[in-house]
């Protein structure tokens, strides 16, 4: 069955930085694009990052964008964000999130929790 499970999430201090990794099993990675998305506590759902299927092509919320990286790897069917210049705001629940090209997302995995905090 289909399953992304991320992990690198942690405490970290301000300024600091996190790499996370989702690993995808399941299905097809070199066909689907994929997508980091945040929920921070008390909030909703905010699409992150996002990567094509070759890895080419990346795409960054304003508020993340010179910070955060998204890549792949479509060889071992990985997907990885490297968060740099970590602030209190990026404190949230990271969660990784497929879908055919720019469509909705059909599966995002259980979460991994990053904390930035003094």
């Known amino acids: 069955q289909v399953q992304l499970v991320e992990s690198g999430g942690g405490l970290v201090q301000p300024g600091g930085s996190l790499r996370l990794s989702c690993a995808a099993s399941?299905?097809?990675?070199?066909?689907?694009?994929m997508y980091w998305v945040r929920q921070a506590p008390g909030k909703g759902l905010e699409w992150v990052a996002g990567?094509?299927?070759?890895?080419?092509?990346?795409y960054y919320t304003g508020s993340v964008k010179g910070r955060f990286t998204i890549s792949r790897d479509n060889a071992k069917n990985t997907l990885s964000l490297e968060m740099d210049s970590l602030k209190s705001e990026d404190t949230a629940v990271y969660y990784c999130?497929?879908?055919?090209?720019?469509?909705?997302?059909?599966?995002w995995g259980q979460g991994t929790q990053v904390t930035v905090s003094s």
């Open positions: 999130a497929k879908a055919y090209g720019m469509g909705p997302y059909d599966f």
């Open positions: 990567i094509d299927t070759g890895g080419g092509s990346t």
């Open positions: 399941g299905f097809t990675f070199r066909d689907y694009w």
